[in-house]
């Protein structure tokens, strides 16, 4: 079955310890936030990357996503902090 | 007709510039940013990160929409990635179009967008040896919230 495929950057990529990783779906998760709650409760280097959600945005196979956007395998998702380019 | 670049590599911007003197034009305008430096905490570095394909496509959108909204004949943007040091350029925007305040107003209104919208992220890395991530700013959001 194909995997979510995990992305991160700026301070999420330190916290988390990874720049991207693939994880199957996980049972009870279909929603964004569902998978930013399923990471949270991982371990303590992903809690620590997830502790204050406002500050975490989210893409979903490359546009900007709400948490409460619904999620298929094989999506290509994406957590950063609010942008700060330009 | 939009010229996009994400490179690690420096740009000319007179020949950024000169690319979007094409026929019709009137004018160009352009703007360039480029690393400030914080006296009070002096700056060895600061790095951009961002997300390959994403960046392209969400800048690809900003200038399509400046097109489209002050009938550009065009538009570019060169954005840099890596560790840039203080003066060092980081963006350049710019717009042709048959009048000046057509290609004025597309510019403030690619910088405000691209501020906000674009995915990179900056790191500072002061003489000091620490290290911060630039935080979001409430006036970027209020800047981009006025077009």
Same mark, same amino acid.
């Given at each position: 079955?194909?995997?979510?495929?995990?992305?991160?950057? /700026?301070?999420?990529? $330190?916290?988390?310890?990874?720049? $991207? $990783?693939?994880? /199957?779906?996980?049972?009870?998760?279909?929603?964004?936030?569902?998978?930013? @709650?399923?990471?949270? /409760?991982?371990? @303590?280097?992903?809690? @620590? @990357?997830?502790? &204050?959600?406002?500050?975490?945005?989210? /893409?979903? &196979?490359?546009?900007?996503?709400?948490?409460?956007?619904?999620?298929?395998?094989?999506? $290509?998702?994406?957590?950063?902090?609010?942008?700060?380019?330009? | 007709?939009?010229?996009?670049?994400?490179?690690?590599?420096?740009?000319?911007?007179? *020949?950024?510039?000169?690319?979007?003197?094409?026929? +019709?034009?009137?004018?160009?305008?352009?703007?360039?940013?480029?690393?400030?430096?914080?006296?009070?905490?002096?700056?060895?570095?600061?790095?951009?990160?961002?997300?390959?394909?994403?960046?392209?496509?969400?800048?690809?959108?900003?200038?399509?929409?400046?097109?489209?909204?002050? #009938?550009?004949?065009?538009? #570019? *943007?060169?954005?840099?990635?890596?560790?840039?040091?203080? +003066?060092?350029?980081?963006?350049?925007?710019?717009?042709?179009? =048959?009048?000046?305040?057509?290609?004025?107003?597309? *510019? =403030?209104?690619?910088?405000?967008?691209?501020?906000?919208?674009?995915?990179?992220?900056?790191?500072? #890395?002061?003489?000091?040896?620490?290290?911060?991530?630039?935080?979001?700013?409430?006036?970027?959001?209020?800047?981009?919230?006025?077009?």
């Amino acid at each position: 079955m194909a995997k979510l495929r995990i992305l991160y950057f /700026a301070w999420l990529r $330190e916290r988390t310890g990874k720049s $991207e $990783e693939s994880v /199957a779906m996980p049972d009870g998760v279909s929603t964004v936030g569902d998978l930013m @709650a399923w990471l949270r /409760a991982r371990d @303590a280097a992903h809690a @620590a @990357a997830f502790v &204050n959600p406002r500050l975490v945005r989210v /893409a979903v &196979n490359q546009s900007f996503a709400d948490p409460d956007q619904m999620l298929s395998p094989g999506d $290509e998702v994406a957590f950063f902090p609010p942008v700060t380019g330009g | 007709m939009a010229l996009i670049r994400v490179t690690a590599g420096d740009f000319d911007p007179g *020949v950024e510039l000169e690319r979007l003197n094409i026929a +019709g034009a009137g004018g160009m305008a352009s703007f360039v940013g480029v690393v400030r430096d914080t006296p009070a905490q002096p700056l060895a570095a600061l790095t951009l990160e961002h997300y390959p394909g994403m960046t392209e496509a969400q800048i690809l959108k900003i200038a399509e929409a400046a097109e489209l909204r002050f #009938s550009l004949l065009a538009c #570019s *943007v060169v954005h840099r990635y890596g560790r840039l040091r203080p +003066g060092q350029r980081i963006v350049f925007c710019g717009a042709a179009a =048959a009048h000046r305040q057509a290609a004025l107003e597309a *510019v =403030a209104f690619l910088i405000d967008w691209l501020k906000t919208s674009a995915p990179f992220w900056k790191q500072e #890395s002061f003489l000091n040896g620490e290290t911060r991530w630039v935080m979001a700013r409430a006036e970027d959001d209020t800047a981009r919230a006025r077009w």
